[in-house]
Protein backbone atom coordinates (compact mmCIF):
# COMPACT_ATOMS: atom_id res chain seq x y z
CA UNK A 1 0.00 0.00 0.00
CA UNK A 2 1.31 3.55 -0.79
CA UNK A 3 2.49 6.00 1.82
CA UNK A 4 0.54 8.40 2.82
CA UNK A 5 -0.11 11.76 0.67
CA UNK A 6 1.71 9.74 -2.47
CA UNK A 7 0.47 11.55 -5.48
CA UNK A 8 -0.99 9.61 -8.07
CA UNK A 9 0.12 9.33 -12.39
CA UNK A 10 -0.91 7.65 -15.03
CA UNK A 11 1.09 4.71 -15.81
CA UNK A 12 -0.95 3.51 -18.74
CA UNK A 13 -3.83 3.95 -21.29
CA UNK A 14 -5.08 1.60 -23.58
CA UNK A 15 -8.58 1.47 -25.45
CA UNK A 16 -10.79 -0.88 -27.67
CA UNK A 17 -13.64 -0.03 -30.24
CA UNK A 18 -15.75 -2.86 -32.43
CA UNK A 19 -14.58 -3.37 -35.67
CA UNK A 20 -18.05 -2.59 -37.09
CA UNK A 21 -17.64 0.70 -38.74
CA UNK A 22 -20.29 2.76 -39.18
CA UNK A 23 -20.55 5.90 -41.53
CA UNK A 24 -22.93 8.46 -41.53
CA UNK A 25 -24.13 7.04 -45.16
CA UNK A 26 -24.75 4.25 -42.99
CA UNK A 27 -27.10 6.25 -41.05
CA UNK A 28 -28.93 7.74 -44.32
CA UNK A 29 -29.90 4.18 -44.87
CA UNK A 30 -32.22 3.41 -41.97
CA UNK A 31 -33.45 7.05 -41.38
CA UNK A 32 -33.58 10.50 -43.28
CA UNK A 33 -30.25 12.27 -42.29
CA UNK A 34 -27.12 13.17 -44.61
CA UNK A 35 -23.51 12.86 -44.34
CA UNK A 36 -23.65 16.61 -45.29
CA UNK A 37 -26.02 17.75 -42.00
CA UNK A 38 -24.14 15.18 -39.28
CA UNK A 39 -20.59 16.72 -40.77
CA UNK A 40 -21.74 20.25 -40.60
CA UNK A 41 -23.45 20.33 -36.91
CA UNK A 42 -20.92 17.38 -35.40
CA UNK A 43 -17.78 17.03 -37.61
CA UNK A 44 -18.75 13.37 -36.89
CA UNK A 45 -17.95 11.09 -39.90
CA UNK A 46 -18.00 7.64 -38.71
CA UNK A 47 -18.47 5.82 -35.02
CA UNK A 48 -18.63 2.50 -34.36
CA UNK A 49 -21.19 0.17 -33.76
CA UNK A 50 -20.63 -3.00 -31.05
CA UNK A 51 -22.00 -6.77 -31.91
CA UNK A 52 -23.35 -9.42 -29.67
CA UNK A 53 -20.07 -9.90 -28.00
CA UNK A 54 -18.77 -6.50 -27.17
CA UNK A 55 -20.67 -6.07 -24.17
CA UNK A 56 -19.53 -2.52 -21.60
CA UNK A 57 -17.66 -5.07 -19.93
CA UNK A 58 -16.07 -7.11 -22.60
CA UNK A 59 -14.85 -4.08 -23.98
CA UNK A 60 -13.88 -2.82 -20.68
CA UNK A 61 -11.67 -6.11 -19.95
CA UNK A 62 -9.88 -5.85 -23.46
CA UNK A 63 -9.40 -2.12 -23.30
CA UNK A 64 -8.18 -2.71 -19.76
CA UNK A 65 -5.76 -5.54 -20.55
CA UNK A 66 -4.08 -3.03 -23.30
CA UNK A 67 -3.42 -0.06 -20.46
CA UNK A 68 -2.37 -2.67 -17.98
CA UNK A 69 -0.02 -3.96 -20.30
CA UNK A 70 1.14 -0.29 -21.46
CA UNK A 71 1.86 0.26 -17.68
CA UNK A 72 4.19 -2.48 -17.56
CA UNK A 73 2.27 -3.93 -14.74
CA UNK A 74 0.51 -7.52 -14.10
CA UNK A 75 -3.42 -7.77 -14.48
CA UNK A 76 -2.51 -9.13 -10.75
CA UNK A 77 -0.96 -5.38 -9.10
CA UNK A 78 -4.20 -3.66 -9.53
CA UNK A 79 -6.15 -3.31 -6.59
CA UNK A 80 -9.23 -1.31 -7.56
CA UNK A 81 -11.27 -1.04 -10.31
CA UNK A 82 -13.39 1.67 -11.13
CA UNK A 83 -15.79 1.83 -14.12
CA UNK A 84 -17.83 4.75 -15.36
CA UNK A 85 -20.60 4.07 -17.86
CA UNK A 86 -24.08 5.39 -18.70
CA UNK A 87 -24.73 2.02 -20.22
CA UNK A 88 -23.94 -0.70 -18.07
CA UNK A 89 -24.35 -4.72 -18.96
CA UNK A 90 -27.31 -4.46 -16.49
CA UNK A 91 -29.04 -2.78 -13.80
CA UNK A 92 -26.46 -4.30 -10.66
CA UNK A 93 -24.25 -4.92 -10.14
CA UNK A 94 -21.92 -1.78 -11.72
CA UNK A 95 -20.12 -3.16 -14.86
CA UNK A 96 -16.91 -2.67 -12.97
CA UNK A 97 -18.05 -5.75 -10.68
CA UNK A 98 -18.17 -7.89 -14.36
CA UNK A 99 -15.06 -6.17 -15.48
CA UNK A 100 -13.34 -7.66 -12.25
CA UNK A 101 -14.37 -10.95 -12.46
CA UNK A 102 -13.49 -11.33 -16.71
CA UNK A 103 -9.85 -9.97 -15.49
CA UNK A 104 -9.88 -12.64 -12.44
CA UNK A 105 -9.27 -10.58 -9.75
CA UNK A 106 -11.48 -11.97 -7.06
CA UNK A 107 -11.81 -9.49 -3.86
CA UNK A 108 -10.78 -6.98 -5.88
CA UNK A 109 -12.76 -3.47 -5.34
CA UNK A 110 -15.19 -2.58 -7.90
CA UNK A 111 -17.00 0.55 -8.25
CA UNK A 112 -19.42 2.10 -10.78
CA UNK A 113 -19.34 5.51 -11.40
CA UNK A 114 -22.80 6.62 -12.95
CA UNK A 115 -21.62 10.29 -14.43
CA UNK A 116 -22.15 10.16 -18.03
CA UNK A 117 -19.65 12.33 -19.97
CA UNK A 118 -17.76 12.94 -16.96
CA UNK A 119 -18.00 9.69 -15.86
CA UNK A 120 -13.88 9.33 -16.58
CA UNK A 121 -12.97 12.75 -15.30
CA UNK A 122 -15.12 11.94 -11.62
CA UNK A 123 -13.50 8.58 -11.56
CA UNK A 124 -9.85 10.42 -12.20
CA UNK A 125 -10.90 12.36 -9.16
CA UNK A 126 -11.63 9.61 -6.81
CA UNK A 127 -8.82 7.78 -7.76
CA UNK A 128 -6.67 10.07 -7.29
CA UNK A 129 -7.65 10.57 -3.95
CA UNK A 130 -7.86 7.12 -2.79
CA UNK A 131 -4.20 6.66 -4.14
CA UNK A 132 -3.30 9.78 -2.07
CA UNK A 133 -4.76 8.41 0.98
CA UNK A 134 -2.71 5.47 1.09
CA UNK A 135 -6.17 3.33 0.45
CA UNK A 136 -5.15 2.19 -2.34
CA UNK A 137 -1.98 1.52 -5.32
CA UNK A 138 -2.85 0.58 -8.51
CA UNK A 139 -6.06 2.06 -9.68
CA UNK A 140 -7.44 0.63 -12.89
CA UNK A 141 -10.36 3.33 -14.11
CA UNK A 142 -12.67 2.51 -17.28
CA UNK A 143 -14.95 4.03 -19.38
CA UNK A 144 -16.63 2.36 -21.33
CA UNK A 145 -20.42 2.63 -23.61
CA UNK A 146 -22.68 0.76 -25.75
CA UNK A 147 -24.92 3.32 -27.31
CA UNK A 148 -25.77 1.39 -30.47
CA UNK A 149 -28.67 -0.87 -28.62
CA UNK A 150 -29.81 1.97 -26.89
CA UNK A 151 -30.51 4.76 -29.14
CA UNK A 152 -33.81 5.58 -31.90
CA UNK A 153 -32.34 4.69 -35.33
CA UNK A 154 -35.48 6.26 -37.02
CA UNK A 155 -35.97 9.70 -37.91
CA UNK A 156 -37.83 10.71 -34.93
CA UNK A 157 -34.61 10.14 -33.24
CA UNK A 158 -31.99 11.07 -35.39
CA UNK A 159 -30.68 14.09 -33.70
CA UNK A 160 -29.50 12.29 -31.10
CA UNK A 161 -28.83 8.71 -32.83
CA UNK A 162 -26.18 10.25 -35.16
CA UNK A 163 -23.84 11.68 -32.62
CA UNK A 164 -23.13 8.58 -30.36
CA UNK A 165 -21.04 5.85 -30.85
CA UNK A 166 -19.42 2.33 -28.82
CA UNK A 167 -16.30 2.31 -27.24
CA UNK A 168 -13.66 1.69 -24.33
CA UNK A 169 -11.42 3.06 -22.80
CA UNK A 170 -8.92 2.20 -19.96
CA UNK A 171 -6.20 4.33 -18.02
CA UNK A 172 -4.08 2.66 -15.08
CA UNK A 173 -2.87 5.06 -12.06
CA UNK A 174 -0.64 4.09 -9.48
CA UNK A 175 1.31 6.03 -6.75
CA UNK A 176 4.32 8.75 -7.35
CA UNK A 177 6.87 10.29 -5.09
CA UNK A 178 7.73 12.86 -8.05
CA UNK A 179 6.13 15.97 -7.29
CA UNK A 180 6.63 17.37 -10.79
CA UNK A 181 4.26 14.90 -12.32
CA UNK A 182 0.96 13.28 -12.41
CA UNK A 183 -3.20 14.30 -11.77
CA UNK A 184 -2.18 17.86 -10.41
CA UNK A 185 -5.82 19.22 -9.72
CA UNK A 186 -9.47 18.16 -10.64
CA UNK A 187 -12.52 20.94 -10.58
CA UNK A 188 -16.21 19.09 -10.37
CA UNK A 189 -19.49 20.02 -11.21
CA UNK A 190 -22.81 19.60 -11.35
CA UNK A 191 -26.74 20.99 -12.05
CA UNK A 192 -29.28 19.00 -11.69
CA UNK A 193 -31.74 21.16 -12.83
CA UNK A 194 -30.46 20.29 -16.65
CA UNK A 195 -30.75 16.65 -15.73
CA UNK A 196 -33.87 16.63 -18.14
CA UNK A 197 -32.37 18.06 -21.06
CA UNK A 198 -30.05 14.74 -21.68
CA UNK A 199 -31.38 11.95 -20.36
CA UNK A 200 -32.88 8.11 -20.41
CA UNK A 201 -36.88 8.67 -18.82
CA UNK A 202 -37.28 4.73 -19.08
CA UNK A 203 -36.99 2.16 -17.30
CA UNK A 204 -36.11 3.51 -13.28
CA UNK A 205 -37.75 3.23 -9.97
CA UNK A 206 -39.32 6.37 -10.07
CA UNK A 207 -42.29 4.58 -12.09
CA UNK A 208 -44.84 2.60 -9.88
CA UNK A 209 -46.01 0.38 -9.93
CA UNK A 210 -43.45 -1.33 -12.34
CA UNK A 211 -40.16 0.45 -13.30
CA UNK A 212 -40.03 -0.80 -16.38
CA UNK A 213 -43.05 0.88 -18.02
CA UNK A 214 -45.33 -1.56 -20.90
CA UNK A 215 -45.64 2.50 -22.61
CA UNK A 216 -41.99 2.83 -22.66
CA UNK A 217 -41.79 1.58 -26.11
CA UNK A 218 -44.55 3.02 -28.01
CA UNK A 219 -43.63 6.62 -25.94
CA UNK A 220 -39.80 6.17 -27.02
CA UNK A 221 -38.88 6.85 -23.38
CA UNK A 222 -36.59 3.94 -23.41
CA UNK A 223 -34.50 6.36 -26.00
CA UNK A 224 -32.76 9.07 -24.86
CA UNK A 225 -33.70 12.73 -25.20
CA UNK A 226 -32.31 16.04 -25.90
CA UNK A 227 -32.61 19.65 -25.78
CA UNK A 228 -29.22 19.68 -27.81
CA UNK A 229 -29.91 23.89 -27.74
CA UNK A 230 -29.72 23.57 -24.28
CA UNK A 231 -26.82 21.02 -24.54
CA UNK A 232 -24.67 23.25 -26.81
CA UNK A 233 -25.12 26.27 -25.10
CA UNK A 234 -23.99 24.20 -21.31
CA UNK A 235 -21.02 23.21 -23.19
CA UNK A 236 -19.24 26.30 -24.35
CA UNK A 237 -20.38 28.53 -21.61
CA UNK A 238 -18.89 25.65 -18.41
CA UNK A 239 -15.67 24.59 -20.64
CA UNK A 240 -14.02 27.80 -20.71
CA UNK A 241 -15.02 28.52 -17.22
CA UNK A 242 -13.47 24.97 -15.55
CA UNK A 243 -10.53 24.71 -17.49
CA UNK A 244 -9.57 28.52 -15.90
CA UNK A 245 -11.18 27.05 -12.71
CA UNK A 246 -8.49 24.29 -12.55
CA UNK A 247 -5.67 26.43 -13.91
CA UNK A 248 -5.76 28.57 -11.19
CA UNK A 249 -6.32 26.00 -8.81
CA UNK A 250 -3.20 24.50 -9.32
CA UNK A 251 -1.08 27.69 -10.47
CA UNK A 252 -0.63 27.06 -14.05
CA UNK A 253 -1.52 29.71 -17.39
CA UNK A 254 -3.17 28.70 -19.94
CA UNK A 255 0.10 29.09 -22.36
CA UNK A 256 1.92 26.42 -19.81
CA UNK A 257 -0.50 23.57 -21.36
CA UNK A 258 0.80 21.51 -23.96
CA UNK A 259 -1.94 20.15 -25.05
CA UNK A 260 -5.92 20.25 -24.63
CA UNK A 261 -8.09 16.38 -24.61
CA UNK A 262 -11.35 17.72 -24.39
CA UNK A 263 -14.65 15.03 -24.12
CA UNK A 264 -15.39 14.18 -27.75
CA UNK A 265 -19.19 15.85 -28.10
CA UNK A 266 -19.05 17.75 -31.18
CA UNK A 267 -16.30 19.20 -33.14
CA UNK A 268 -18.04 22.42 -33.81
CA UNK A 269 -18.29 22.78 -29.34
CA UNK A 270 -14.62 22.16 -29.26
CA UNK A 271 -13.80 24.36 -31.89
CA UNK A 272 -15.70 27.21 -30.49
CA UNK A 273 -14.23 26.90 -27.35
CA UNK A 274 -11.13 26.46 -28.11
CA UNK A 275 -11.09 29.88 -29.96
CA UNK A 276 -12.67 31.42 -27.53
CA UNK A 277 -9.95 30.72 -25.20
CA UNK A 278 -7.32 31.45 -27.80
CA UNK A 279 -6.23 27.64 -27.86
CA UNK A 280 -4.01 27.03 -31.50
CA UNK A 281 -5.53 24.38 -33.18
CA UNK A 282 -2.75 21.63 -33.33
CA UNK A 283 -3.20 22.14 -29.67
CA UNK A 284 -6.33 20.60 -29.19
CA UNK A 285 -7.03 16.50 -29.70
CA UNK A 286 -10.22 15.75 -31.71
CA UNK A 287 -10.96 12.15 -32.90
CA UNK A 288 -14.67 12.56 -32.89
CA UNK A 289 -14.52 12.22 -36.49
CA UNK A 290 -14.03 8.71 -36.41
CA UNK A 291 -15.78 7.12 -33.09
CA UNK A 292 -18.50 9.98 -32.35
CA UNK A 293 -19.15 10.09 -28.89
CA UNK A 294 -18.33 7.67 -26.77
CA UNK A 295 -18.90 9.12 -23.76
CA UNK A 296 -17.26 7.92 -20.34
CA UNK A 297 -14.50 6.43 -23.05
CA UNK A 298 -14.49 9.14 -25.07
CA UNK A 299 -11.19 11.38 -23.46
CA UNK A 300 -9.36 7.86 -22.67
CA UNK A 301 -9.39 6.80 -26.62
CA UNK A 302 -8.00 10.63 -27.84
CA UNK A 303 -5.58 10.84 -24.91
CA UNK A 304 -4.24 7.45 -25.82
CA UNK A 305 -4.37 8.43 -29.27
CA UNK A 306 -1.99 11.24 -28.79
CA UNK A 307 0.24 9.12 -26.72
CA UNK A 308 0.45 7.32 -29.45
CA UNK A 309 1.35 9.80 -32.22
CA UNK A 310 3.57 11.45 -29.69
CA UNK A 311 1.58 14.58 -29.37
CA UNK A 312 1.66 13.91 -25.01
CA UNK A 313 5.23 12.62 -24.32
CA UNK A 314 6.50 12.54 -20.92
CA UNK A 315 6.62 15.90 -19.40
CA UNK A 316 3.76 17.00 -21.32
CA UNK A 317 1.14 19.51 -19.50
CA UNK A 318 -2.29 18.01 -20.24
CA UNK A 319 -5.49 19.52 -19.86
CA UNK A 320 -8.80 17.32 -19.52
CA UNK A 321 -12.09 18.35 -20.03
CA UNK A 322 -15.61 17.45 -19.92
CA UNK A 323 -19.51 18.48 -19.78
CA UNK A 324 -22.67 16.28 -20.60
CA UNK A 325 -25.80 14.76 -19.31
CA UNK A 326 -26.94 15.77 -15.78
CA UNK A 327 -25.60 18.33 -16.65
CA UNK A 328 -21.87 17.88 -14.90
CA UNK A 329 -18.94 19.48 -15.84
CA UNK A 330 -14.75 19.23 -15.01
CA UNK A 331 -11.76 19.50 -15.74
CA UNK A 332 -8.29 17.31 -14.70
CA UNK A 333 -4.61 19.26 -15.37
CA UNK A 334 -1.95 16.11 -15.70
CA UNK A 335 1.58 16.14 -15.94
CA UNK A 336 2.78 12.95 -18.00
N1 LIG B 1 -30.26 14.76 -39.78
C1 LIG B 1 -30.92 15.67 -40.50
N2 LIG B 1 -31.68 16.63 -39.95
C2 LIG B 1 -31.76 16.67 -38.62
C3 LIG B 1 -31.09 15.74 -37.80
C4 LIG B 1 -30.33 14.75 -38.43
N3 LIG B 1 -29.64 13.83 -37.74
N4 LIG B 1 -31.36 16.04 -36.52
C5 LIG B 1 -32.17 17.10 -36.51
N5 LIG B 1 -32.41 17.48 -37.79
C6 LIG B 1 -33.23 18.59 -38.27
C7 LIG B 1 -34.26 19.03 -37.26
O1 LIG B 1 -35.42 18.22 -37.38
C8 LIG B 1 -34.52 20.48 -37.66
O2 LIG B 1 -35.37 20.49 -38.77
P1 LIG B 1 -36.48 21.66 -38.92
O3 LIG B 1 -35.68 22.94 -39.00
O4 LIG B 1 -37.17 21.30 -40.18
O5 LIG B 1 -37.32 21.57 -37.69
C9 LIG B 1 -33.13 20.93 -38.15
O6 LIG B 1 -32.38 19.73 -38.44
C10 LIG B 1 -32.38 21.76 -37.18
O7 LIG B 1 -32.45 21.12 -35.92
P2 LIG B 1 -31.83 21.76 -34.67
O8 LIG B 1 -32.07 20.86 -33.52
O9 LIG B 1 -32.29 23.18 -34.59
O10 LIG B 1 -30.30 21.75 -35.05
P3 LIG B 1 -29.11 22.45 -34.34
O11 LIG B 1 -28.46 23.37 -35.28
O12 LIG B 1 -29.49 22.95 -32.99
O13 LIG B 1 -28.10 21.22 -34.11
C11 LIG B 1 -27.31 19.54 -32.59
C12 LIG B 1 -28.50 20.08 -33.40
C13 LIG B 1 -27.80 18.32 -31.82
C14 LIG B 1 -26.21 19.11 -33.56
C15 LIG B 1 -26.80 20.67 -31.67
O14 LIG B 1 -27.87 21.22 -30.94
C16 LIG B 1 -25.76 20.15 -30.71
O15 LIG B 1 -24.68 19.80 -31.10
N6 LIG B 1 -26.06 20.11 -29.40
C17 LIG B 1 -25.17 19.53 -28.41
C18 LIG B 1 -25.29 18.05 -28.49
C19 LIG B 1 -24.28 17.31 -27.66
O16 LIG B 1 -23.13 17.67 -27.61
N7 LIG B 1 -24.72 16.24 -27.01
C20 LIG B 1 -23.88 15.40 -26.24
C21 LIG B 1 -23.49 16.06 -24.97
S1 LIG B 1 -22.45 15.07 -24.02
Known sequence: ???????????????????RVVTNDDLAQMFDTSDEWIQQRSGIQERRFSGPEDTPAAMGEKAARLAIANAGLAVEDIDMIIAATLSPDHDFPGSACFIQARLGLPGTAALDIRNQCTGL??????????????????????????????????????????????????LVLGPTDNPEVGLLGHCLHADGRGARDLWIPAPGSSYFPHRAPKSMYEDKSVFPQMNGRAVFKHAVTKLPKVMAEVLEKTGYRLEDVDILVPHQANLRINEAVAKH??????????????????????????????????????GSLVLLAAFGSGFTWAASLVRF
Open 1 to 19: MAGDNAAARILGTGFYVPP
Open 121 to 170: LYSLTVADALIRAGQHTNILVIGTEVHSTGIDLSTEGRDVAVLFGDGAAA
Open 277 to 314: MGIPPEKVVHNIMKYGNTTAASIGIAMHEAREDGRIQP
